[in-house]
């Protein structure tokens, strides 16, 4: 999953350009070492929709909220379609939802962390954690409030969570996804 909200661009801070390089060489790592694997790449901002491969150096930024809920519904649901036995989601995201689709509404509040939207976003946490999915989520912002949100979220998952710089990103993401692969073969 890759963050698309406006937020990956703003305050000249680029985190998106680095989330595609990474999500790039991941492909690659998975389709040249790890054959029999699926990867499915999904991005968000106000919905969440799949892309494939040949169009990640070409992902933008839209002008979005971060409906994370809405990114992790179609991961599970993909996920649950699976016959894999190792599943997992991996999340690039400067860590603050802002968005929920109510009905056919959405209910956006990009000032601070709204607990409706919170709330949402930490059931489904949970409700990966009863599917046995882990979810990783590789932050690459620093407020201390989003954070504490991000703990939040991964303490009801059971997943794991790296608070990256924009730099350091990849080499978490490799390291998590060998670490996981190892795991599984034992």
């Known amino acids: 999953m890759i963050d ?6 703003l305050y000249g801070e680029d985190r998106i350009t680095p989330a595609k390089k990474v999500a790039m ?3 690659e790592l998975i389709i040249t070492k790890y054959p ?3 990867l499915d790449i999904i991005v968000f901002g106000d919905d969440a ?3 494939q491969i040949k169009d990640l150096p070409y992902l933008q930024v839209g002008p979005y909220h971060t409906n994370t809920v809405a990114g992790l519904e179609l991961a599970m649901d993909i996920l649950k379609r699976r016959k894999n036995p190792n599943k997992q ?3 690039i995201t400067d860590g603050k939802p802002t968005c929920i689709k109510k009905g056919k509404k959405y209910f956006k509040n990009s000032f601070g962390l709204d607990r409706t939207i919170v709330n949402r976003t930490l059931a489904l946490a949970l409700k990966a954690k009863k599917l046995h999915i882990p979810v990783t989520t590789f932050m690459i912002a620093r407020d201390p409030y989003l954070v504490n949100f991000v703990d939040q979220f991964t303490l009801a998952n059971g997943g794991k969570a790296f608070y ?3 730099q350091g990103l990849g080499e978490f993401i490799f390291m998590d996804y060998k670490t996981n692969k190892r795991k599984s073969r034992n």
Request: no cysteine; net charge negative.
């Open 4 to 9: 698309i909200s406006h937020s990956m661009i």
């Open 25 to 27: 060489a991941l492909s």
């Open 36 to 38: 029999k694997d699926t």
């Open 49 to 51: 929709w799949e892309i």
């Open 89 to 91: 989601i991996m999340m």
């Open 164 to 166: 990256s710089s924009l």
